[in-house]
């Protein structure tokens, strides 16, 4: 029978200390360069992750179609819940939203929360990070203990589906400067909610995001601060970047996603 695979990202080649050593031993396992070399055709979910299948793996470009992930439809601009977040809700706040390990560069969110919050106008603003524990999670807790507005950092822990919606609609900005994407699902649901959005400039999120978001070098603390503080306090950029985010979230839909891995299924059916 004819073999289609789909790969999201090649990160544990570009970056293996990002992960544990049983993350590493089980991709390992996975046998990735003879996946690639048995399959007939591969599915990449960006044009960045087809790169790497060439240049990393050796793949043929000719055997690589692209087609990109799509977000739920749950993710829309909704009225505000003030109820939802107990003792802050009428407090404006940043959101950060992922697995909270060394690749999503969480420490670097709180580190600019630290430089924003020495602006007067931030005195009341708060950092609400959301998402499972994951690996060296210990290292964020450590760095949200040493900030002197501890207090006013927040963590959510994992949330549901419908909490992510109402995070995502409350936030005055959401900050997602991962060092590595394949894709980049978090960015999109903040867009599609119509909260302004600051990422990364590497990887696929200058290739799913554009001009949608302000995109910062990771690594630079000071340029990450700077645009939280542009999209959250100055009007005509946030109104733009809202509706650049709206109009880009609508370019990725599961059903889209669906049509086109159907037909290239009926191709080798």
Do not use: M
Request: with cysteine; charged share 25%.
């Amino acid at each position: 029978a004819p073999r289609i695979v789909t790969f999201h990202d090649l990160s544990f080649l570009h970056h293996p200390y990002f992960f544990s050593r049983r993350q590493r031993f089980w991709h390992w396992l996975q046998g990735i360069k003879e996946q690639a070399r048995r399959a007939d055709k591969i599915i990449a979910v960006s044009e960045f992750t087809k790169s790497d299948l060439v240049n990393l793996l050796g793949v043929p470009t000719e055997k690589i179609q692209v087609i990109y992930s799509g977000i739920a439809e749950e993710f829309r601009a909704i009225a505000n819940n003030a109820n939802f977040l107990p003792n802050n809700a009428n407090k404006p706040f940043i959101l950060c939203l992922g697995t909270l390990e060394p690749r999503k560069n969480v420490t670097a969110i709180i580190r600019a929360f630290n430089i924003l919050k020495a602006d007067p106008s931030f005195k009341d603003w708060q950092l609400v990070i959301a998402g499972r524990p994951g690996w060296l999670f210990k290292n964020i807790l450590k760095e949200a203990k040493l900030s002197v507005w501890r207090d006013d950092i927040i963590f959510r822990g994992a949330v549901s589906g419908d909490e992510r919606v109402l995070l995502y609609n409350l936030a005055r900005v959401f900050v997602y400067p991962s060092f590595f994407e394949g894709f980049g699902f978090p960015p999109l649901e903040a867009q599609a909610c119509g909260c302004p959005t600051v990422a990364a400039d590497r990887t696929s999120l200058p290739e799913i995001l554009g001009d949608s978001a302000l995109l910062v070098n990771p690594w630079k603390v000071e340029d990450l601060a700077g645009a939280i503080k542009k999209a959250a306090t100055d009007e005509r950029e946030r109104k733009r970047l809202i509706k650049n985010g709206l109009e880009n979230a609508r370019r990725f839909s599961w059903e889209k996603t669906a049509k086109q891995t159907l037909e290239l299924f009926n191709q080798y059916a």
